[in-house]
């Protein structure tokens, strides 16, 4: 009865290196499901609840921890140094991977580990800035953090590239297409 399962693909990198550019170039060659995470951070100007994220409060989110309804969770730098939690959502990713799909997590290291624990054929790829000056200008071109937040996120940047050698694989994320042909290719199992 049982068909092939779907395969469980993690992409990391720190914030601003590219990776939501990335995924969204690869979809357009490579079939996979995105996860859509929970959180407990404020809705952005352009996200859309229910498809960037679920935007829940911190009882919420820590009921969903406690109930074992999440495959993953960790706490990550959020807006004036106020603790954000992010958490990969367990039954949805469950079902479609039984069902054939491969899903995609785009998540921060320490999830990624955690990951890698509860599912050893996950598929680690750790996306990588050309240098920690792009970072910047990247997360300063975005738009979308102030000031004394991308300082933060970049020193958390600092952490996150140590870690990189824990992942299955490294891309650097110099030219949107190429770095997404370079994740079409490790996902078929081709590199
Ligand atoms: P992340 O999802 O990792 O936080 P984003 O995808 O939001 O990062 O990208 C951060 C910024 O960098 C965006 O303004 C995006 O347009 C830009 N960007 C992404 N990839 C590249 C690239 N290869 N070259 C130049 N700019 C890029
Ligand atoms: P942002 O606030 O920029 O959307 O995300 C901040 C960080 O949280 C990014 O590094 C992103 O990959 C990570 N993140 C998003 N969803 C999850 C999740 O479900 N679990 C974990 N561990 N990290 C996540």
Redesign the pocket.
């Known amino acids: 009865m049982s068909g092939k399962r779907g395969k469980l693909i993690v992409i ?4 601003g290196c590219g ?1 939501g550019t990335v995924i969204k170039k690869l979809a357009e060659t490579t079939p996979f499901w995105l ?1 859509v ?3 407990t ?1 404020e809705i ?1 100007a352009g996200e859309t609840a229910g498809v ?2 679920n935007y829940l409060s911190n009882d919420e989110f820590m009921s969903k921890v406690n109930d074992g309804l999440m495959l ?3 706490s ?1 730098s ?1 807006r004036a140094g106020k603790i ?1 939690y ?3 959502p367990k039954p949805p990713v469950l079902s479609r991977l039984e069902a054939g799909e491969n899903v995609l ?4 290291v ?3 580990s ?1 990951i890698k624990k509860a599912l050893p054929e996950a598929v680690l790829i750790f996306i990588m800035p050309p240098s920690m000056e792009e970072l910047e200008a990247r997360l300063r071109g975005r738009g ?1 953090e102030k000031p004394e937040d991308i300082k933060t996120r970049l020193e958390t940047a600092k952490t ?1 590239i140590a870690l990189a050698d824990s992942f299955d694989y490294t891309v650097v994320n110099d030219e949107v297409e190429t770095c997404a042909e370079r994740i079409k290719k490790i996902i078929e199992g081709d590199i």
């Open positions: 990391s990198g720190p914030s990776k996860s995470s929970d959180t951070r952005r960037n994220y993953e969770h960790a990550y959020g954000t992010y958490g990969t997590l785009e998540i921060e320490q999830g990624a955690q979308t996150e």
